[in-house]
């Protein structure tokens, strides 16, 4: 089974190969394997909606099976910010660097035990027919004060797992395969992708 996964993000597609590895008969492509393949506007107001719709239309246009995720952090004390947005959180052409300080100065004075948060997935399994699966998974933890970890991407260096005592980007990609919240969404998605032919 082939199986198109709708983003050019190599950090993502790095993350879903590792975890989907082991599924027998499974072939991952990307959209860059598909020349100019047309852009998806994300416009939806959850990530149920943003993953809908990119993969729905990253099917039609292969003709094969495709898998799209949408996520995001939400922190608590920000309320829910920056959700949907977090990819272009503060406007177009910040870093992720900067979109984590914007993130930081955001918080400055918010207390410890009120800087939780949480990394949400979700993630949509659009066949050429038109039927669409879901899964998702979540990861808890609190924003730090600072970056921390050259790691990982988007806002790991500022997301600390409390039991861990280190933030996302201070795992290995291994550690982070077996905890995030892209992981628990690609299990329940690999367990999909096994009942329907992969």
């Known amino acids: 089974m082939k199986l198109v996964i709708a983003t050019k993000n190599k950090n993502k597609i790095s993350e879903i190969r590792d975890i989907m590895r082991t599924i027998s008969g499974l072939e991952i492509l990307s959209i860059a394997d598909f020349g100019d393949i047309p ?58 660097a900067d979109r984590n300080l914007l993130v930081l100065k955001k918080m400055e004075n918010i207390p410890n035990d009120k800087r939780t948060a949480r990394f949400i997935c979700v993630i949509a399994i659009a066949m050429p027919n038109g039927t669409i699966h879901y899964a998702e998974g979540n990861c808890e933890g609190l924003i730090i004060h600072e970056q921390r970890g050259t790691e990982g991407f988007g806002y790991d260096p500022i997301f600390l797992l409390p039991y861990k005592n280190k933030t996302m980007a201070e795992l290995t990609l291994a550690e982070k395969n077996t905890i995030s919240h892209r992981a628990r969404a690609l299990a329940k998605a690999s367990e999909i992708l096994a009942t329907i032919g992969a």
Request: hydrophobic content about 35%.
């Open 39 to 96: 852009d998806v506007v994300e416009d939806g107001t959850t990530f149920r909606e943003n993953a809908q719709k990119k993969a729905a239309a990253t099917a039609k246009y292969t003709g094969l099976a495709a898998l799209s995720d949408d996520s995001g952090l939400m922190i608590d004390a920000l309320h829910g910010e920056p959700g949907v947005f977090s990819a272009r959180y503060g406007g177009t052409g910040l870093t992720d």
